[in-house]
């Protein structure tokens, strides 16, 4: 009897767990960047839209400052892939090195600005960009957005190609932005964020080229960033995607749920980047820091400069997916 009763009594409760379980399941999410930062808010959104329209039954917890992959963030969609991570909001440059054809946005002067990024990221060309993701073990669900990157130094104005040369500037570490500093005659220094703003400190690096937002919020002033120029070269869009398995093990109502706050964050978190811009470029400005702005020629220096990082980096992403992304531009 007593047998039959502790037997019953572990039914019951594995019964309890696994209902538990089923009940209130748990994610993890890796981001770059923290809430100070549109980044970190738009995976923070998504986790808190999750949370209210699943009435508490999911939870994404948020682990920001890529601290899932030791601070490497560009070893973040290999995790993800491997399941060591569950969900990220990612950065097309971060997840480049494993999915070639998401350099499409970090060719040097492909967009010239938002309305260029969104014919691209709404049309045939960011579909063709999901698949290649999809394709490689990882569900996309949505867009966001990181900005466009702009360039500032420690050292002096930038106004032309020639205004780069031999100056140290940090890059992410990816092939093609070496390759387009190269071409602009600087000398491009791969490392990650973490490692910059000390390098910047002491001057182991004179500049870094980064979007007003992280410019703004990271104080990149106070570390003798008092040069910046806006050029536009780039946008960095991000990406709210999910493991596959996760993903097939969940129930369709619950990928809905995913994908639909996502989407909703996602448009959000745009909004609120670019309307912050000029109020951020009106701030940075009151902290002493010298603003350039380049004519219409000056910007047409930068990109004939680099017109051959454009020529040699199509064939790797893709001739078809480049040429859908300039079409689309075209077509506006």
């Known amino acids: 009897m007593k047998l039959t009763r502790c037997f019953t009594a572990l039914a019951v409760a594995a019964t309890l767990s696994a209902s538990f379980s089923a009940a209130a399941r748990e994610y993890s999410v890796s981001t770059v960047l923290s809430d100070a930062f549109p980044w970190g808010q738009a995976a923070q959104k998504w986790a808190d839209l999750v949370e209210e329209r699943s009435k508490g039954e999911i939870t994404l917890r948020v682990y920001p400052n890529a601290q899932l992959?030791?601070?490497?963030?560009?070893?973040?969609?290999?995790?993800?892939?491997?399941?060591?991570?569950?969900?990220?909001?990612?950065?097309?440059?971060?997840?480049?090195?494993?999915?070639?054809?998401?350099?499409?946005?970090?060719?040097?002067?492909?967009?010239?600005?938002?309305?260029?990024?969104?014919?691209?990221?709404?049309?045939?060309?960011?579909?063709?960009?999901?698949?290649?993701?999809?394709?490689?073990?990882?569900?996309?669900?949505?867009?966001?957005?990181?900005?466009?990157?702009?360039l500032s130094n420690s050292v002096k104005p930038i106004r032309t190609p020639e205004?780069?040369?031999?100056?140290?500037?940090?890059?992410?570490?990816?092939?093609?932005?070496?390759?387009?500093?190269?071409?602009?005659?600087?000398?491009?220094?791969?490392?990650?964020?973490?490692?910059?703003?000390?390098?910047?400190?002491?001057?182991?690096?004179?500049?870094?080229?980064?979007?007003?937002?992280?410019?703004?919020?990271?104080?990149?002033?106070?570390?003798?960033?008092?040069?910046?120029?806006?050029?536009?070269?780039?946008?960095?869009?991000?990406?709210?995607?999910?493991?596959?398995?996760?993903?097939?093990?969940?129930?369709?109502?619950?990928?809905?749920?995913?994908?639909?706050?996502?989407?909703?964050?996602?448009?959000?978190?745009?909004?609120?980047s670019r309307s912050a811009e000029a109020k951020r470029l009106e701030d940075i400005r009151a902290r002493g820091v010298e603003v350039v702005e380049l004519t219409e020629q000056e910007h047409e220096a930068f990109v004939q400069a680099t017109h051959s990082v454009q020529q040699s980096w199509t064939p790797k992403i893709g001739a078809e997916l480049v040429e859908a992304a300039r079409s689309a531009i075209n077509a506006q």
Do not use: C
């Open 163 to 272: 205004d780069l040369s031999g100056l140290k500037i940090r890059v992410v570490g990816s092939p093609l932005f070496q390759d387009t500093f190269t071409a602009l005659g600087a000398n491009p220094t791969q490392m990650s964020w973490a490692d910059a703003k000390p390098a910047l400190t002491t001057g182991a690096v004179d500049g870094q080229e980064n979007p007003l937002s992280v410019f703004d919020v990271a104080r990149v002033d106070q570390v003798g960033q008092k040069h910046l120029t806006l050029w536009h070269y780039m946008a960095d869009p991000l990406i709210f995607a999910v493991n596959q398995r996760v993903w097939k093990q969940l129930p369709e109502a619950d990928r809905e749920l995913l994908r639909q706050a996502a989407i909703d964050a996602g448009k959000w978190e745009i909004e609120l």
């Open 69 to 150: 992959v030791a601070g490497d963030q560009t070893k973040e969609f290999s995790a993800m892939r491997s399941g060591l991570i569950d969900m990220a909001v990612g950065s097309t440059i971060n997840w480049s090195p494993q999915v070639p054809e998401l350099n499409l946005f970090s060719l040097p002067f492909l967009m010239a600005d938002s309305a260029d990024l969104d014919a691209i990221t709404q049309g045939e060309a960011g579909k063709q960009a999901f698949e290649a993701i999809e394709k490689r073990g990882i569900v996309p669900l949505a867009w966001g957005e990181n900005g466009f990157r702009e």
